[in-house]
């Protein structure tokens, strides 16, 4: 969590532009059609649905990620915020799909709701280039803590991307095709 803290600033925060006052967010989607998926056949995702809505407590987003496949879908959330130089912690890649440079650092929570401040726990990292408003492209390591109900009472499970899952472009569609992942998928402050 540490590093979702000291990588948000007071100045120049295109994430925070970009939310603005809407308590509903921002959506982005991408569904695959079944062309793309007979030339990838390594890629396990179907489709794949982000909202990211500003956190009132902090300097920070809360990133809900629906992944949908053969199986169903699962979802994943965490937090992500704005730094000027995402992908690096410690002078080091985070995610070597990630050119180095002004985007949004994720992390995901594995922890149930109701677990306390000390008791969370990180369920994999991710990163946004956030190009422009109109598309993001979506960075993930090789698997992500994801439930398969919207409700967090247990830990996460852990959700494995293929080969072809770790590169993601979403597209912005309206706030409200988010919703029922916004609404239902709460996000607990511990």
Partial sequence: MAMMAA???????PLMDMLGDDEGGICYERVYDAA????????RTHSILMSLVKDPKSL?????????DAEGVVHAIGEC?????????????????FRPGPGLNCLA???????????VQEGGAFLVDMRDEKSMTIHTEGEIAAWLML???????????????????VFRVASNKCGELVEQFRWDYN
């Fill in 60 to 68: 920070s987003a809360i990133a809900r990620l629906t992944f949908g």
């Fill in 7 to 13: 990588t948000a600033t007071a100045a120049a925060d």
């Fill in 36 to 43: 793309h998926l007979a030339k990838n056949p390594d890629q």
């Fill in 151 to 169: 409700h967090r009472d247990n830990p996460a499970g852990f959700y494995p991307l293929g080969p072809d899952d770790r590169i993601f472009r």
């Fill in 109 to 119: 929570r594995a922890s149930p709701a109701w677990a306390s401040r000390d008791e």
């Fill in 81 to 97: 915020a704005w730094d000027a130089r995402a992908a690096l912690d410690d002078g080091k890649l985070i995610i070597s799909t």
